[in-house]
């Protein structure tokens, strides 16, 4: 194959037979080649338009050194013209200066064998293949760092237009991302919280079931034991063990939003029995005071979330203290509607409670967004901004209200209104003082956990009625397909078939047959409507508690059937 015509190899020797004789063994090679005199040499070393070169030392004597020079300086960057120098044994100290110009030479003595020439050739035309690749190579960067540069010259001058042109949008557009970013947080610390109730909740199910266990048994132990050792040791364990259910209480309510059970709540006693208890958690360096009003009336809450909100409060002024301060609980009758809450009350009488704070107090804007949802003045990672929020929806819901009152640099003061009750608290409790009649009734009692349904079934036997026990959805239903029983208790949360979808196949079986539910799990929502206020009894209970619920599903204060299922 015959090489690129740039790529030929040029012969200069120009005495005798060997002209003719190195052409014919390029030919044989299919090497491409010309025939050259000194002038043909130099300029194409200077433009770089061979391949290389073969000299004989004759033609070597004859060039122009100085010439030779020039013509290699003048070369391309990318070239280094290859020469092939043919000389005779022990003559190539002749014309040494020219030797020593070529730079790129490979010098072979005569006489040689054909193969070494044209294998030296080759050589000469690969380095020489290369050097042209480098330079296309070269070439192409450089239209590439050309066009990059005029690319980069139009941008600069877009880039500066747009920039003029955006300036004013670009604080807007950083304002934005950055509040995206916080409610990105606040969303990540939410769904935590989340998480973390979810948590909860199936870890408090098992505590209140073990607390139901404990509570029922010393309950059982003091109606059967009249030995006052006995009865002393175990009235200490059952209240520690219902400041157990307590606690279980008012951890759940930090993590998700309960169901209210509104009862007459007194505020005094209840601020009075969390005094120590706030105390320790705000710790030494904030004085606690109370001014509570001794005529106070009684107010409709939910006692535990009630108590969980004034906490809350108590922890926010804390916070608003880090050098120390006072914190002032208060208690107030409310006789008429303050002017600034007609839109969120109505008519009526309300019992105040405040929790006040002599800390850093708020900016205007940031009081008005105070009950925000996810609204938050703290460090990230320091809270929800659910807090407030949660305070705002405990107070609407339970029929009352909240407010916020706070300047910057003199602390802050929110306040809870509540709805009066005429109501005692002891009203509740002679409620569940004794059982209902009808004790001769049998009762189907329903739990997974064997502790729990061993004491639970104790406790019926107690109260005077007939009980039998199941362990399970599946065997419940076996049972009432035998026999018929005037009241269902089950719990809620069991595996495989919970509680709720046991009572809505009962009913093909039993319609009449009322059905009470019994739970310690945090999120009974999720189960469905069917579980109200009235068919649902919160675990841990005591022996009184239970007694009153039955008498209830009987007498007619509460439902006389379970409540019409939804069906799917």
């Known amino acids: 194959m015959t090489a690129a015509p740039a790529e030929r190899f040029l012969v200069f020797a120009p005495l005798g037979r060997d002209a003719k004789v190195i052409a014919q063994l390029l030919h044989s090679a299919s090497i491409g080649h010309d025939d050259c005199d000194e002038e043909r040499l130099l300029a194409a070393v200077a433009d770089g338009s061979a391949g290389g070169a073969v000299l004989t030392d004759d033609a070597l004597a004859r060039l122009d050194g100085n010439r030779l020079r020039e013509a290699i300086e003048a070369q391309p960057p990318w070239s280094d013209f290859p020469f092939v120098l043919l000389a005779r044994r022990g003559e190539t100290r002749q014309g040494s200066r020219a030797i020593e110009e070529l730079v790129n030479v490979t010098v072979l003595e005569r006489p040689l064998h054909p193969a070494t020439l044209i ?13 042209r690749m480098a330079a296309e190579y070269l070439a192409e960067r450089e239209r590439a760092e050309a066009r990059l540069r005029e690319l980069a010259e139009t941008l600069e001058q877009k880039v500066a237009e747009r920039t003029r042109d955006l300036a004013a949008v670009n604080d807007r557009l950083t304002a934005e991302i950055a509040e995206r970013e916080r409610a990105e947080a606040r969303l990540v610390q939410a769904q935590k919280m989340e998480a973390v109730g979810q948590l909860t909740g199936g870890i408090a199910h098992d505590f209140n079931n073990l607390l139901t266990a404990v509570i029922g048994s ?4 003091l109606k059967r034991s009249d030995e006052e050792k006995v009865r002393r040791l175990a009235g200490n364990a059952l209240k520690a063990a219902e400041r157990g259910a307590t606690l279980t209480a008012q951890l759940l309510a930090f993590s998700r939003r309960q169901r209210l059970s509104p009862a007459p709540v007194d505020p005094n006693a209840t601020v009075a029995a969390m005094t120590e208890l706030v105390g320790r958690t705000i710790g030494p360096h904030i004085r606690v005071e109370t001014r509570l009003d001794p005529a106070v009336w009684r107010a409709l809450a939910d006692p535990t979330q009630l108590e969980v909100m004034i906490l809350n409060l108590a922890i926010n002024a804390r916070d608003a203290m880090p050098s120390g301060g006072t914190l002032t609980i208060a208690t107030a009758n409310v006789s008429a509607v303050p002017p600034q809450l007609a839109a969120e009350l109505g008519p009526g009488e309300y019992v105040s409670i405040s929790v006040s704070d002599t800390g850093v107090g708020m900016p205007p804007d940031v009081l008005s967004r105070a009950f925000e949802p996810f609204f938050t003045t703290k460090a990230q990672g ?8 949660q305070l705002y929806g405990f107070a609407r ?5 909240a407010r916020i009152e706070s300047r910057e640099g003199e602390g802050t003061r929110v306040t809870i209104f509540l709805p009066r009750t005429e109501a005692k608290a002891e009203d509740a409790a002679a409620v569940l003082a004794e059982p209902a009649p009808q004790r001769s009734a049998r009762i189907l009692l329903v739990d997974d956990d064997h502790d729990v349904r061993t004491v639970a079934a104790s406790m019926v036997e107690e109260l005077g009625f007939r009980v039998e026990a199941a362990d399970s959805g599946e065997q419940a239903l076996a049972m009432l397909g035998r026999q018929s029983f005037e009241l269902m208790i089950t719990d809620v949360a069991m595996p495989g078939m919970n509680g709720v979808e046991l009572a809505r196949r009962a009913r093909a079986i039993a319609p009449d047959m009322p059905v009470l539910f019994a739970s310690g799990y945090a999120d009974v929502e999720t189960f469905g409507a069917e579980l109200s206020a009235e068919t649902l009894l919160k675990k841990p209970y005591r022996i009184s508690e239970l007694g009153a619920r039955i008498g209830r599903m009987f007498d007619g204060s509460g439902p006389a ?7 799917r």
Request: a positive charge.
């Open 119 to 131: 294998s030296a050739v080759r050589s000469a035309l690969r380095g020489r293949a290369r050097q």
């Open 218 to 221: 010393l309950d059982l132990l």
């Open 382 to 389: 320091k809270g929800t901004g659910l807090g407030l929020a």
């Open 397 to 401: 819901q339970s029929g009352g209200a």
């Open 561 to 567: 059937r379970v409540v019409e299922m939804k069906r």
